[in-house]
């Protein structure tokens, strides 16, 4: 079933929690997470997974829709803004307070299809491509699977974000909106360039993304894996408290690395939905807008983005493993 069942969270709040031994910190010697009633690799833990991606990837990125707002303005036109500061100022006197978070339907419904991918399909294939390799193989190359892993999962994830994305950034990038609200912005869309219109920016998407998520995943569970060996004791010995702040760690310093490998083509996504033609190529929408902004417009918008991925992605890795640990499924990374 895709929600746990009453007994299962009823569990999480039941289980005896020993008390931490006084010679040891606070955080070490806790009760270690226990699995509940959620069987490992079943078909529940990966619905499980799924709604976990959905609570950490929806409600975040749509907390963060102003900073995302003067973003894609800049880097569709960087002479725009001259500080976020100055953005959100100049939108509020224009547009009322609302006008910071435009674009925040499609990013919720967006961002949440793509988080159930994301992290759904992970598990899964991380699990799939381990058992096809073997144990051992897959212990001494842990970090080719997590790279496939999450590759092959962010595929499926962007088919999913692809329409609201496209919604998104047209909204977002037309001053004034281009939209009223996520539905009359697919409306638009779809009226004035039929259903494909919604996946004209799938190619820069998946440049953007794939390697985007390949970071975030293999650097989070080697960054995780690191943290731990530093630290006295297996994983098992600490508290819940202390293996999630070692997850929002991770995740902060997994999306400083995203951020800067996937910026170029965060860029490119932005003004292939804002600029590209009817008609034309993608090859000739890329080739032409990279000879108007260059190689140096490939980066506007870097330093915004890298406080607001390295947030988003610490965030989320601290909600989908306190909501795996609330149902009483292990955090995810190191097996230490």
């Not at 609302?98 to 992290?119: D, N, P």
């Not at 909600?319 to 149902?327: E, T």
């Amino acid at each position: 079933m895709l929600f746990p069942s009453v007994d299962t969270i009823n569990s999480a709040f039941k289980a005896p929690v020993e008390a931490p031994s006084k010679s040891k910190s606070f955080f070490v010697n806790a009760a270690a997470p226990s699995v509940g009633k959620i069987e490992l690799y079943s078909p529940e833990y990966y619905y499980t997974c799924t709604l976990g991606g959905i609570l950490a990837c929806g409600p975040t990125h749509s907390a963060v829709t102003p900073l995302d707002l003067v973003k894609c303005r800049r880097q569709v036109n960087p002479a725009l803004y001259k500080s976020n500061v100055q953005a959100w100022s100049s939108i509020i006197k224009s547009e009322g307070f609302g006008g910071i978070f435009t674009g925040l339907g499609a990013t919720f419904i967006g961002y949440s299809f793509q988080g159930a991918g994301k992290y759904g399909f992970y598990e899964l294939f991380k699990k799939k491509y381990a058992d096809v390799v073997g144990e051992e193989i897959a212990s001494k190359y842990n970090t080719l699977v997590y790279l496939a892993a999450s590759a092959s999962a962010e595929i499926i994830a962007d088919v999913l974000l692809c329409p609201w994305e496209a919604i998104k950034v047209r909204t977002q990038t037309t001053i004034p909106p281009f939209a009223s609200s996520v539905f009359d912005g697919y409306r638009k869309i779809t009226a004035a360039e039929g259903f494909g219109g919604l996946y004209k920016g799938l190619s820069p998407l998946w440049a953007r993304q794939i390697p985007y998520t390949m970071v975030k995943f293999a650097s989070f569970e080697k960054t995780v894996e690191a943290i731990y060996k530093t630290l006295p004791g297996e994983k098992a010995d600490y508290s819940l408290l202390a293996q999630t702040g070692v997850s929002f760690l991770g995740g902060y310093i997994a999306g400083v690395f995203c951020a800067v490998v996937s910026h170029p083509a965060d860029v490119m996504v932005s003004k292939i939905n804002a600029e590209k033609l009817p008609g034309e190529s993608m090859g000739a929408a890329v080739g032409r807008i990279y000879a108007k902004i260059g190689f140096g417009g490939l980066w506007n918008g870097l330093p915004v983005r890298i406080v607001m991925i390295g947030t988003l992605t610490g965030l989320q890795w601290l909600i989908y493993d306190s909501f795996k640990a609330f149902v009483g499924l292990p955090t995810t990374g190191s097996k230490k």
